[in-house]
């Protein structure tokens, strides 16, 4: 096997999906002990791999489809030589990280064939190496694919394996964490909540959501608190309002390391599929999550403490656009996945 003394590492994608990728890259540490690796992601996701005990270094690339100049992809391909990589590995087979890895002159460049879908793509021309994955994609858990593209690489047997890792919880973190708990009633149990998908078809309803939090309140002294981004602050305040209890909306007040603090400091999530399930998921938060049109089977959080909820529709796992959706306003992938199924993994969870 090569060695390999200075590796980038390009993940230029979203939340969920970098906390994934760290499993790879775990892999690739012990292949490659002595190596140094950096990781080039996406401004946002940035303080999920900062201070990460597998990564030596994090590179931020503001990429945008279409909008990046000519001039500033220049200036990143001039800091990459300048760094003088021996190696670049791609885990999202996107067109631009492969470019600048090419222009930049990095003599081994590695990436799949395929990682997100199986079209083929002119990217691979650019890798000097191209790892096939053979496999349907949705079903397999896409951390697998992750580690599949790094075993590709080093000759790693599939015995190798890694979980995800998440960068370090700061005692900063830790400090704003138990300040926003403050904020709650005083309870036996503290339960977060994540109310919002990236998209309609992985929102599960209001008012199931409310129906949860209305029931584990009167099973238990539990106080309750929603997390998410900024823009996802006016939706959880609409679900909060369904509720008949206090819940206390965290949305857009915390980092990604304060977030994983919160979540270290709960007693249960219970969330849709999204991003922050996949910190929670690594910081081995016990969790539901309810899924609607993306596969469990792909995307199962990795944390034996999690449960996940599906009620597998023939048409899905699909991309359809929810006006497009043939049970749309309520699509049977959620609506099918009623508050006592989600309340009889919640009560499992708890009593542990």
Sequence with gaps: MKKYKNILVNALVNLGDVVLTTGAIALLKKAYPGARITMLVKPVVREAVENNPVIDEVMVFA???K???WGQMMGMVRELKSRHFDL???LDRKLRPALLAFLARIPERVGPDRVFDPKKSRVNWLYTKTVPIGYNLDKTLQADTYQNIVRGLTGQGQEATAEPVFARIT???REKARSLLGQLPPADKI???CVKGTFPLKTWPKEYFAQVVDTLASEYKAAFFVTGGPGDREYAEEVIRACKVPVVNFCGMTNLVELAALFEASDLLVSVDTGGGHIAAACKVPMVVMYGCTSPDRWHPINEKARVLTSREACC?????AEECPSWPKPKCLWNVGP?????ECRSLLLK
């Design 317 to 321: 796992p699909c991309t359809v656009r």
């Design 171 to 173: 005692p900063e973190a």
């Design 340 to 344: 006592e199924l989600v309340l009889r």
């Design 63 to 65: 990429y945008k489809s």
């Design 67 to 69: 909008e990046n100049s």
């Design 88 to 90: 670049s590995l791609s």
């Design 191 to 193: 339960i977060a909540l």
